[in-house]
């Protein structure tokens, strides 16, 4: 056996910043240094700690070093792997990584079930999820429990929906089991959009195997018996891993007849997307998988009555789908004893903007905005202030400073900060709430599908009001329109994207009024460059 | 106009998807539309597209709407490399803003405008799920993070490079 093994975290976001190029070295100078027969090098998902160069660990020893270029490489076999010391300048706070990576009993510290096995296992290796109780929950199921039970199991657990919509995952089961059909059909909602958010991809390319094994439990529950996981076209890591990851499965029996030999059988294909945000939505979702483009349905039916092909279907997003397994192994107490008394368990959250440790952080439901930006975002670069937040993603809510201490989970909508999936947006000094907003909306006029008017022309209305005031165009009674124009879309639209859209809208104009109003009066903020109008050309007169 | 021997071509790969049993009925049509872009080189012509409603007996209405739908395909002819520039508030406030200004005064295009030499197209997308590494763009498959504008602009001339020397 190897005494030492280097763990480099090669997820899509590490691989940008050299890692796979790192470990190719790591290889060679292991090599160099004849070290090949005690030391192992292996790739894994990431590793949850986040530096602007590549994060390696090496165990027993836990030690976390940040890796810039060859040189760093180099130095950290010479001196930790040849001789045992520690390379202090590329050390990362080793108190920081324990309470991240060692889940305590402590509230506020990181809490892993989600990411239970990414930065921990080989994703391309079937085996080292299995010796982590991988398919433990699988097999369980289908000897011990009934598909009734297991519904129950996740009920009592509290577990929602991770998508943003936050629909208990036990009651949408229980209506797809209850509805009678002899096709019944499992999705996988990995077409994640949201922008700031980036937890499945670095879930599906770091675990796998825990949204198959789930999907299978959600299958023998509802009695479905076949499965599909729609992917972004665009998250290519994800594609490779997850069917990497389905054929081991078939191989070893995991998936498709008679499931560890018992009557339970389960099929399970890849959809990719094509870009489309809106397909984020299910039953855009389903129609786009039947080949069609991805436009909403209108509900009721919802899918667990009707949904892919017209028979019933459960559409559960990656992140709801990981908890599965565990809350089987552990049970729905150990679950429910986890985050607030709306919304147990934890929620992986993305940290992104204007912050130091852009990246993934898994903490309990209830985790205040405070705590997510300063303790585990560890503040904002440069020394600057925040100054502009939003959570829950592009569709959430906008706030400003005021409100830092609200917890986070499916209520805290209530109290001006929505969960959504899990986006920490943050702003800086130097950002200008018009800009933002301006951006915010051109994305939903660029991605709303068309179908209704609402949307489509609420949304481009929106962009055409914020794009005049970013130009000191604007009038101040402009100021207002947005907020009705924020109404009527959100009363009016069809799907959750129009009625979404208007939340940011509304919220930034709320919370930053004033600067609103000075883009009206034209003055200058720093980010937008006034101009003036352009002169319409004077029609000729006629003769 | 597509010469009878892409036409030729365009036959082939719908009768290789349709053959291919893997395939379910609902992937067959994103499948071709997929796989003629990638032989066109970022784009499927009108002509290709109406071909593939007649092979697969569907109204070419239908194909165009899909067609058009999703932002991965398209029927203008577009550069030999699409650029698509993240447009999202990640990106956005940490640099995105002007390595997209960067980028525009560059190429001397604006979005969906491709390049005099055929080589570029800029393109707006979405969030690509890289917000750790923002900003981020995305030429082709390839992804590139943490920019700015030096590193921009020295990805595109070592692209222009690459292709001057072929």
């Known amino acids: 056996m190897k005494t030492q093994t280097v763990l480099v975290s090669v997820d899509s976001s590490s691989a940008l910043r050299g890692a796979k190029y790192f470990k190719k070295y790591l290889d060679e100078c292991v090599d160099n240094f004849s070290l090949t027969d005690m030391v192992e090098v292996l790739e894994t998902g990431s590793l949850g700690v986040y530096r602007d160069g590549v994060v390696i660990a090496i165990y027993p020893d836990e030690v976390f070093y940040e890796v810039k270029d060859k040189d760093d490489v180099e130095k950290i076999v010479a001196e930790h792997l040849l001789k045992g010391r520690i390379v202090k300048d590329l050390l990362i706070d080793e108190k920081l990584v324990k309470e991240k990576i060692h889940p305590s009993e402590k509230v506020n510290k990181e809490q892993r079930i989600v990411l239970r096995n990414t930065g921990v296992i080989d994703p391309h290796l079937i085996e080292e999820y299995i010796a982590r109780d991988g398919y433990m929950a699988l097999a369980r199921a289908l000897k011990e429990m009934k598909p009734k039970e297991i519904i129950e199991e996740i009920k009592k657990s509290g577990l929602r929906g991770r998508g943003g919509a936050g629909f208990p995952t036990g009651m949408k089961w229980e209506f797809t089991a209850k509805a009678e059909n002899s096709q019944k059909y499992v999705v996988c909602n990995a077409d994640e959009g949201e922008p700031g958010t980036f937890k499945d991809r670095l879930i599906m390319e770091g675990d796998p195997h825990s949204v198959i094994e789930a999907m299978e439990l959600a299958g023998y529950a509802t009695g479905a018996s076949k499965g599909y996981i729609y ?313 | 106009m597509v010469s009878d021997k892409e036409m030729q071509k365009v036959e082939e790969i719908v009768n290789g998807v349709v053959n291919d049993d893997s395939l379910e009925e609902g992937d067959v049509l994103i499948n071709c539309l997929h796989k003629i872009q990638d032989h066109f080189i970022n784009f499927v012509p009108v002509e290709a597209a109406e071909k593939v409603a007649g092979m697969l007996d569907m109204p070419e209405s239908s194909v165009y709407e899909v067609l058009t739908f999703y932002t991965m395909f398209s029927v203008e002819n577009r550069g030999k490399y699409v650029i698509r520039v993240c447009n999202s508030l990640p990106c956005h406030v940490t640099g995105g803003r002007d390595i997209l200004a960067a980028l525009k005064k560059e190429l001397k295009v604006d979005f969906n405008q491709t390049t005099e030499d055929g080589l570029f197209t800029l393109e707006k997308t979405g969030c690509l799920g890289l917000c750790g590494v923002s900003p981020v763009i995305m030429i082709n498959e390839e992804f590139y993070g943490n920019l700015t504008e030096e590193k921009v602009i020295d990805i595109i001339n070592k692209i222009r490079n690459e292709e001057s020397g072929s």
């Open chain 1, 231 to 543: 992917i972004r076209g665009e998250y290519y890591g994800s594609i490779e891993n997850i069917r990497k990851a389905i054929e081991d499965a078939y191989e070893m029996g995991l998936l498709g007849q008679n499931v560890f030999g018992t009557d339970f059988s389960f099929d399970l294909s890849v959809r990719l997307g094509a870009g489309a945000y809106i397909c984020g939505e299910e039953t855009a979702l389903i129609e786009s998988i039947e080949g069609k483009p991805g436009r909403p349905r209108l509900k009721p039916p919802y899918p667990p009555v009707e949904g892919l092909y017209a028979k019933p279907t459960v559409v559960n997003n990656v992140e709801t789908f990981a908890n599965v397994p565990w809350i089987i192994n552990n049970g729905a107490d150990k679950f429910k004893a986890i985050g607030t008394e709306s919304s147990a368990g934890t929620k992986v959250f993305t940290l992104v903007g204007n912050i130091i440790n852009r990246g993934l952080v898994e903490v309990p439901m209830g985790t205040t905005v405070h705590d997510l930006i300063y303790k585990y975002g560890g503040g904002v670069p440069g020394g600057k202030a925040a100054k502009l937040i939003q959570t829950g993603g592009t569709a959430g809510t906008f706030m400003n400073t005021d409100n830092l201490e609200v917890a986070l989970d499916y209520d805290s909508a209530q109290n001006g900060a929505s969960l959504g999936s899990g986006v920490i947006l943050v702003v800086d000094e130097d950002g200008c709430p018009v800009d933002c907003a301006k951006t915010a909306m051109e994305f939903f006029a660029h991605e709303s599908c068309g179908k209704c008017t609402p949307c489509r022309e609420g949304t481009g209305t929106a962009v055409r009001i914020l794009d005049k005031l970013s130009k000191g165009q604007g009038k101040p009674g402009e100021i207002d329109q947005l907020l009705m124009l924020a109404d009527v879309m959100e009363q009016t639209s069809f799907c959750g994207l129009g009625q979404s859209a208007p939340i940011p809208l509304r919220t930034i104009v709320n919370s930053f009024r004033e600067e609103f109003e000075a883009h009206a009066a034209k003055k200058p903020c720093g980010v937008c460059v006034y101009e003036e109008p352009k002169k319409k050309k004077k029609k000729k007169a006629r003769v």
